[in-house]
C-alpha cells in the first residue's frame, strides 16, 4: 500500500512537472507573440511618424519657396518701378536742360539783336 502510494505521489510529482513545463512553454510563447506584435506596432509607428515628418519637411519646403517667390517678385516689381522712376527723372532732365538751353539760346539771341541796334 505504502509502495503504492509512493508510486502514485511520483507520477503525481512527474505530472504536475510536466504541467508545470507546459505552462512554462506556453507562458514563453505568449510573452514571445506579444514582444513580436508590440516590436510590429512600434515599427508601424515609426514608419507614421517618419511619413508625418517627411510630409511636413515638404510642406515647410513648398512654403519655403512660395515665400522665396512672392519675395522675389516684389523685388523685380520694386526694380522695375525704380527703373521707371529713373527714366522718368532722365526724361525730365533733358526736358529741362532743352528748356535752359533755348532760354540761354533766346538771351544770346536778345543780347546780340540788342547789341546790333546798339551799333546801327
Known sequence: NNNNNGNIDISNIEKLKKTQIQE???????QQEELLRLK???KEEEEKIK???KEEKERL???????????????EEEIERLSKEHLFEE???KKQKFFDNSK???EVEERL??????ET
Request: avoid cysteine.
Open 113 to 118: 539783336k540788342r547789341q546790333l541796334e546798339e
Open 104 to 106: 540761354i539760346q533766346i
Open 91 to 93: 526724361e525730365n532732365m
Open 51 to 53: 511619413k508625418i515628418q
Open 61 to 75: 519646403e513648398k512654403r519655403q519657396i512660395e515665400e522665396d517667390e512672392y519675395l522675389l517678385k516684389q523685388h
Open 40 to 42: 510590429r506596432i512600434h
Open 24 to 30: 512554462q512553454e506556453r507562458l514563453k510563447r505568449r
